[in-house]
């Protein structure tokens, strides 16, 4: 497993197991069997409505907990320090868990600010090991750093082959924050997973066009959460740290971006109204 180091100094690891759209049902099967295949970082949200699912995973998973990274974020539209606070009760509750390692902001709704200072809060009093925002752009993140006592350490957003983030990444550096990529493999569509390109890359390194895909964004600096439920795919998704692409193949997959988001959630398209 190879880490980031956020900018507090935790290290957080390049690949988690995403579970947006994981059935209750299904996700503590999951989450059990991505720790088995080695994966250390989940990332939830109040959202996903498996919070309580993963919190029972990664309690009965028998890995010391100070070796997972666990992800959620609020979304609920908090404009108060007590609707946050509230927020980030109902998820600590469901994962049962003492800590977060990492709460993100989900959208920037309600009044970001706030919610920002509440975070801030909580984190220095020890209940989550870093804060971070997702899916904030230049227009909504400015309205986190002017004020912040403490710098957001990652910002998730979409990024993909497809979506490179080019903008943002550059927008990020000074601020020393995180990219972390939601959506790693544009949601598994063809264009990605029967890419030419990627898959004859791929077989020169005896790797899927979906590992290669992967591999773009870890060797760019970029925390990655595919997601998936099947056993056989969470380890071809992690198998990403015994090759590196040259210079050739970094340039070729960078010719791929479109430069705009393509799931159809907002983005930096999308003005909000905070
Ligand atoms: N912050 C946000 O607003 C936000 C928004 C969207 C997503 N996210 C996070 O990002 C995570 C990942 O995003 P995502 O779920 O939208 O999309 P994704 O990870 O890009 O793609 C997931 C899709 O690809 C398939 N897949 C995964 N690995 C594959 C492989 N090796 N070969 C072929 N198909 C494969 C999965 O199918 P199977 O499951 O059937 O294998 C699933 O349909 C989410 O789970 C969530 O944690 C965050």
Redesign the pocket.
């Known amino acids: 497993m190879e880490y980031k180091t956020l900018n507090n100094g935790i290290q957080m690891p390049m690949i988690g197991l995403?579970?947006?759209?994981v059935a209750q049902r299904e996700t503590q099967r999951v989450v059990e069997e991505a720790i088995e295949a080695g994966y250390q970082s989940i990332?939830?949200?109040s959202m996903y409505d498996n919070e309580k699912e993963v919190g029972q995973a990664v309690r009965a998973c028998g890995i010391p907990r100070s070796e997972l990274f666990v992800t959620t974020?609020i979304c609920d539209s908090c404009y108060t320090r007590e609707q946050t606070l509230h927020s980030v009760d109902q998820s600590m509750r469901k994962l049962g868990l003492d800590y977060v390692d990492l709460m993100l902001i989900?959208?920037p709704v309600g009044n970001p600010a706030v919610m920002w200072q509440t975070l801030e809060e909580l984190y220095q009093q020890g209940l989550f090991r870093a804060i971070g925002v997702?899916?904030f752009y230049p227009n909504t993140f400015s309205l986190i750093v002017e004020e912040a006592r403490v710098m957001p350490m990652v910002n998730?957003c979409?990024a993909?082959v497809l979506y490179q983030q080019r903008k943002m990444i550059a927008y990020l550096k000074p601020y020393n924050v995180a990219l972390e990529a939601?959506?790693?493999?544009?949601?598994?569509r063809r264009e990605v997973?029967k890419n030419l390109t990627l898959s004859s890359i791929g077989a020169k390194y005896g790797k899927?066009a979906?590992q290669v895909a992967l591999r773009f964004l870890v060797q760019s600096d970029i925390v990655i959460?595919?997601?998936?439920?099947?056993a056989e795919?969470m380890k071809?998704?992690i198998e990403l740290f015994d090759f590196r692409l040259s210079d050739e193949d970094m340039e070729a997959i960078r010719r791929l971006d479109k430069g705009h988001n393509i799931t159809g959630?907002p983005s930096d398209a999308l003005t909000y109204s905070v």
Do not use: C, F, M
């Open positions: 995403g579970v947006y759209n990332d939830t949200a974020k989900h959208w997702s899916n998730q979409e993909h939601w959506s790693p493999l544009a949601e598994g997973l899927s979906a959460i595919p997601k998936t439920t099947h795919r071809e998704n959630w």
